[in-house]
């Protein structure tokens, strides 16, 4: 009869210890709480992914097929969600993307950049990842990015929340945006977008100035010029009736007028929030925290 030798006992014994601690580990710590313990010792991680229109640079944290996606502003990028992606890594997956030719990501020469086409970069995000549902939290630009994505893939999105979002640009007159795309096309820098910009940060402090200036003053300017025109002709109508899910927008003063977006379709709930610049997330994080959790609160309660 062969005997097992010392080694192989050893072994056994390890594995059965291991088997053990493992079961004694999820009878203490409840899943959600193991998943959450795991997130802390993983942290954000990036990854290059293949888009539409060249490579599209994401962060993310968490696991699962659902996630919430969170898509930044005309010469935004990652950068401005980490510390919303930090502080909702113990509760749900968050992923983050730079859109073509911003921050990290990459672009084709012969991509264009209208409202449509950016969401066509969530969408490849979206099926890279797996995800089944998504929420979307779409800031400025990236509000109506989200609203496109959302009004051609309703039944893939849980929620949509708009954060100080672009509405519809149309309604101005018509000599007016002439006069701003003219003088816009003109630069060969970006000086008047630069004014334009510091209109929406006269409530932020400076290091949100200088961040969000930094990231305009890198934006390659064909990207700058036309996506700045698209704004202008972009409808969110058919948008807007192609998603009827739950709809939270969170505006600043300045933003709630006949054009905004959340005034565009009756039965939109909004919050208002003061003394901020245009990127309150980055202003007041706190309070831009409270929304996103409440908003969170309510899709899981309805579901």
Same mark, same amino acid.
């Given at each position: 009869?062969k005997?097992?030798?010392k080694?192989e006992l050893?072994?056994?014994e390890?594995q059965v210890?291991i088997?053990t601690?493992?079961?004694?580990s999820?009878?203490l710590?409840?899943i959600?709480?193991?998943t959450?313990l795991?997130?802390?010792?993983?942290g954000?991680?990036?990854?290059?992914i293949q888009?539409?229109?060249?490579e599209i640079?994401?962060?993310?944290?968490?696991?699962?097929d659902e996630?919430?996606?969170m898509?930044h502003?005309?010469a935004?990028n990652?950068?401005?969600w980490?510390?919303?992606l930090?502080?909702?890594?113990?509760?749900?997956?968050?992923?983050?993307?730079d859109l073509?030719?911003?921050?990290?990501s990459?672009v084709?020469?012969?991509a264009?950049f209208?409202?449509?086409?950016?969401?066509?970069?969530?969408?490849?995000?979206?099926?890279?990842?797996?995800?089944?549902?998504?929420?979307l939290?779409?800031?400025s630009?990236g509000g109506?990015?989200?609203l496109?994505?959302?009004?051609k893939?309703?039944?893939?999105?849980?929620g949509?929340?708009?954060v100080?979002?672009?509405?519809?640009?149309?309604?101005?007159?018509?000599?007016?945006v002439?006069a701003?795309?003219?003088?816009?096309?003109?630069?060969?820098?970006?000086?008047s977008?630069?004014?334009?910009?510091?209109?929406?940060?006269?409530?932020?402090?400076?290091e949100?100035?200088e961040k969000?200036?930094g990231?305009?003053?890198r934006?390659?300017?064909?990207?700058?010029?036309?996506?700045f025109?698209?704004l202008?002709r972009?409808?969110? $109508?058919p948008a807007?009736?192609?998603?009827?899910?739950p709809?939270?927008?969170?505006v600043?003063p300045y933003?709630?007028?006949?054009?905004?977006l959340h005034?565009l379709?009756k039965?939109?709930?909004?919050?208002?929030?003061?003394?901020?610049?245009?990127w309150?997330?980055?202003?007041?994080p706190e309070e831009?925290?409270? $929304?996103?959790?409440?908003?969170?609160?309510?899709i899981?309660d309805?579901?």
């Amino acid at each position: 009869m062969k005997t097992k030798s010392k080694i192989e006992l050893e072994s056994n014994e390890m594995q059965v210890s291991i088997g053990t601690l493992s079961m004694i580990s999820r009878l203490l710590f409840p899943i959600p709480l193991m998943t959450a313990l795991a997130m802390d010792c993983i942290g954000i991680g990036s990854e290059r992914i293949q888009g539409p229109a060249g490579e599209i640079y994401t962060e993310s944290i968490g696991f699962g097929d659902e996630a919430v996606v969170m898509i930044h502003s005309l010469a935004g990028n990652t950068s401005h969600w980490r510390d919303s992606l930090e502080y909702l890594k113990n509760r749900k997956r968050v992923i983050t993307l730079d859109l073509r030719g911003h921050g990290k990501s990459s672009v084709a020469d012969n991509a264009d950049f209208k409202i449509t086409s950016l969401a066509a970069d969530v969408e490849a995000v979206v099926r890279h990842f797996r995800l089944k549902k998504v929420i979307l939290v779409g800031h400025s630009m990236g509000g109506l990015v989200a609203l496109e994505y959302a009004g051609k893939h309703s039944d893939m999105v849980s929620g949509l929340l708009l954060v100080d979002s672009s509405g519809d640009s149309r309604k101005m007159p018509k000599e007016q945006v002439r006069a701003i795309l003219d003088q816009a096309n003109r630069d060969v820098h970006a000086e008047s977008m630069v004014s334009y910009f510091e209109t929406m940060l006269v409530s932020s402090n400076k290091e949100v100035r200088e961040k969000i200036i930094g990231d305009l003053n890198r934006l390659p300017r064909n990207v700058r010029l036309e996506i700045f025109a698209d704004l202008f002709r972009y409808d969110p $109508h058919p948008a807007l009736a192609g998603y009827r899910g739950p709809v939270y927008a969170i505006v600043t003063p300045y933003n709630n007028g006949p054009e905004s977006l959340h005034n565009l379709r009756k039965g939109i709930s909004f919050a208002v929030v003061k003394n901020t610049g245009h990127w309150l997330f980055l202003d007041r994080p706190e309070e831009f925290r409270k $929304h996103l959790d409440r908003f969170l609160d309510q899709i899981r309660d309805k579901n």
